[in-house]
């Protein structure tokens, strides 16, 4: 009877994962508790679609993937929604104010991370702190390999310049 092992496994190593896919869905979302439905989202299918995973790579890749394209799918599903409430709103009905609080991060790192504009967070994260080569994060992204270095490069660049104002220099 493989397959309860097999279950057993995946759901062993997600909880190893979980971490690293926070920190990533926290770069796709901007949001922490928006990043934690993502993550608990992305848990759920992998253990539901762990057959479709065809041991080629990294698991953790898979699912950074998975994330991704979840997080895509929804922000579609989002502008639609918004798109309808704009119409709403024309027709002079009135919407829901916006409840979503962001809550406070533990780190000043993690604050400046999560600060970069869209995109460059993801592909720092990716490369410079969970060490995936810029071949694996231009697949996990979806995006060309010179979008990999070019972003990285003015995450970097947009780092550098944030901690060099906030530290005082030390001659």
Known sequence: MPTPVVA????????????KLRRFAVTLTGDLTEADELVQSVCQRGIAKFHLWNNDGRLESWLYTMA???WVDEA?????????KGS???QGELAAPDT????VEASEAHRMVTSLPEGLASVFLLVDIEGHSYKQTADILGIPL?????RLSSARLHLAAQGHSRSPRRF
Do not use: F, K, M, W
């Open 68 to 70: 991704r394209h979840q």
């Open 76 to 84: 579609r599903r989002h502008r639609l929604r918004s798109v309808t």
């Open 88 to 90: 709403a709103l024309e």
């Open 8 to 19: 057993i496994d995946i759901r062993r190593d997600l909880v190893g994962l979980l971490p």
């Open 100 to 103: 979503h609080v962001n809550p």
């Open 146 to 150: 010179s979008t990999v270095a070019s």
